[in-house]
RNA sequence: GCCCGGUUCGUCUAGUGGUUAGGACGCCAGGUUUUCAACCUGGAGGUCACGGGUUCAAGUCCCGUACCGGGUGCCA
């Protein structure tokens, strides 16, 4: 049986490379019939952030990943908050101490400071508090068991150190890379409870994965490095590890280093799924749903960095990854984010959407800018507009025109388009429009031709300008789509208006 | 510093010992269009990080170096 789970910790809003993560755990879980488990890794207290909790939750089903236990629906292996499971991890802490795999330790921050200082001071190529360092500090190596009974019961703040053993060649085995081997030399004595009573994430991690029945660890590659120590701790609780995979990070656009918060709104593309508002700061990130991205859209993105389907096909919805999705065709190598090609995969989903859907998206646009419209009409806008749209506001500023008048004309297009004769061109025509009596586009199209050709004029010294008058701008959709679109009432209106403000 | 991982067009990538190193995004040009987009056609862009091996044959296997990234916390 196959369960894998996500476990995000609650520090902040979670970001595309933990939704990336969780998007792969949750393809691999239903691709093989198995489970997808979302959990809470609150262990640090310090670094709690409230609402990060109900944004990741949100931000999951916003995009479509469900799963089938997690912290707000339950599950046979909760509580799903390692918040709520602390009495298990200091009982399995007391088992690795018994077994002779951990052990309490006194130091104080400065203590430890001092002791790597001094390390560093006589250039030792390891500075970590391990089986060289242990002897020197005050833990249970140091002490009798009679003062450690004693300070942990006079009320000392204490800590449970992993007991690394010495030498020890550890071989770990990644789904993606493939053996990693490791001297335990180069590992130290990591906490795996602290002082406050809390976890370290390394002891929760292993506890919850093992009681959680999880069989594949699904997990960002930054936690390469600590995977040695988490099979030394299966190996020391005898448990049987679930398997590893370690994805590759989502990096900078510019490649210098991991995608972080900060990258987003400074370069153009959103990191986040959602909107977020620091509760502390008040400082706000912009999402991938408020910036118009479709859902669909941000999966095939992050699908796509660091996977490939071994095909040409690109465009994919949550179905056809999952059929398609394996491990074994993720890449090795850290991706950089593509802002452009982002924008691309929005549109590209953006245009298997049906009119009526996209009319559906786009009325909340509309109602933000107080219009109200007719349904038929909404539906042949968005027909126009449909093939030159990223993003569905789009529809609102390249098609505002189709609603209101344009209230200012493109002063490129005027510049070039609006020529001493123009007015009065604009006028005749003006003319020549009110006597169309069948003002379809088709009709439009051929009338207005031919009255520009027996006028011995350009198309575009007559087109051009008519459009600027319409629409404020020289581009858009299809000319006479969009005449008779507007209504011929209206064009008219809109040329006098024009050619009397225009007129300088 | 030490440890681990990575390295194919600007970017995402195909490639598992024998191909003119393929596709996509972006870019450029042409076609279509009154215009823009979409669409179609074409183009530029890669000494497969570098240096050594192994082999009849290496982007593909091995070693070294460089560079990039990650880790090195009583953070996750």
């Known amino acids: 049986m196959v369960r894998v789970r996500f476990a995000p910790s609650p520090t902040g809003p979670l970001h595309i490379g933990g939704l990336r993560t969780a998007l792969f755990n949750y393809l691999f879980a239903r691709k093989n019939s198995g489970k997808f488990i979302l959990r809470i890794e609150d262990t640090d207290q310090m670094r709690y952030v409230p609402g990060a909790e109900e944004y990741i939750v949100e931000s999951l089903k916003w995009v479509g990943l469900d799963y089938d236990e997690g912290p707000d629906i339950g599950g046979p292996k909760g509580p799903y908050r390692q918040s709520e499971r602390v009495e298990l991890y200091r009982k399995y802490a007391q088992v690795l101490i018994e077994k002779g795999w951990a052990y309490y330790a006194f130091d104080t921050p400065q203590e430890l400071e001092d002791m790597r200082q001094r390390l560093r001071q006589a250039k030792s190529s390891v500075q970590l508090y391990n089986h060289l360092t242990r002897g020197e500090m005050k833990n249970s190596f140091t002490l009798t068991q009679a003062e ?40 130290d004595d990591k906490v795996l409870f602290k002082s406050d009573g809390f976890p370290t994430y390394h002891l929760a991690n292993i506890i919850d994965d093992h009681l959680m029945e999880i069989s594949h660890v699904i997990r960002g590659e930054e936690w390469l490095p600590s995977l040695p120590l988490h099979i030394l701790l299966y190996e020391a609780f005898e ?20 995608l972080s918060k900060r990258d987003g709104d400074q370069m153009g593309f959103p990191v986040f799924p959602l909107d977020w508002t620091d509760p502390k700061t008040g400082e706000k990130a912009r999402g991938y749903r408020e910036w118009g991205y479709l859902p669909e859209a941000v999966i095939n993105i992050l699908a796509m960095l660091g996977w490939n389907p071994g095909t040409d096909q690109e465009i994919f919805t949550l179905q056809e990854l999952i059929e398609q999705f394996s491990l074994d065709r993720v890449q090795k190598s850290g991706a950089k984010f593509d802002p452009d090609k982002a924008r691309w995969f929005n549109q590209q989903h953006l245009r298997k959407k049906s009119t009526q859907e996209l009319a559906q998206m786009f009325l909340p646009v509309l109602e933000s800018q107080g219009i109200e419209t007719d349904e038929q009409y909404l539906f042949r806008v968005i027909e126009l507009l449909k093939d030159r749209v990223e993003f569905i506001e789009e529809f609102w500023t390249k098609g505002f025109y189709f609603f209101e008048p344009p209230r200012s004309y493109d002063a490129k297009g005027l510049k070039k388009a609006w020529k001493q004769q123009t007015p009065e061109i604009m006028l005749e025509l003006k003319e020549k429009i009110s006597q169309i009596d069948d003002f379809t586009s088709e009709n439009i199209e051929r009338e207005l031709k031919q009255w520009v050709e027996s006028k011995e004029l350009s198309f575009s010294k007559v087109f051009t300008p008519l459009r600027l008058l319409v629409q404020g701008s020289t581009s858009g959709p299809h000319l006479f789509d969009m005449l008779e679109l507007i209504g011929k009432k209206e064009v008219i209106r809109r040329i006098e208006t024009g050619v009397s403000t225009i007129k300088r």
């Open 148 to 187: 450690v009974k004693e300070r942990i019961e006079a009320g000392e703040k204490y800590v449970i150190r992993f007991n690394m053993p010495a030498d020890k060649q550890i071989i770990v085995h990644d789904i993606i890379r493939g053996e990693v081997k490791v001297n335990s030399n180069t590992l």
């Open 239 to 258: 448990w049987e590890p679930p398997k590893f995979a370690h994805l590759p990070l989502i990096l900078k656009p510019n490649g210098k280093g991991k």
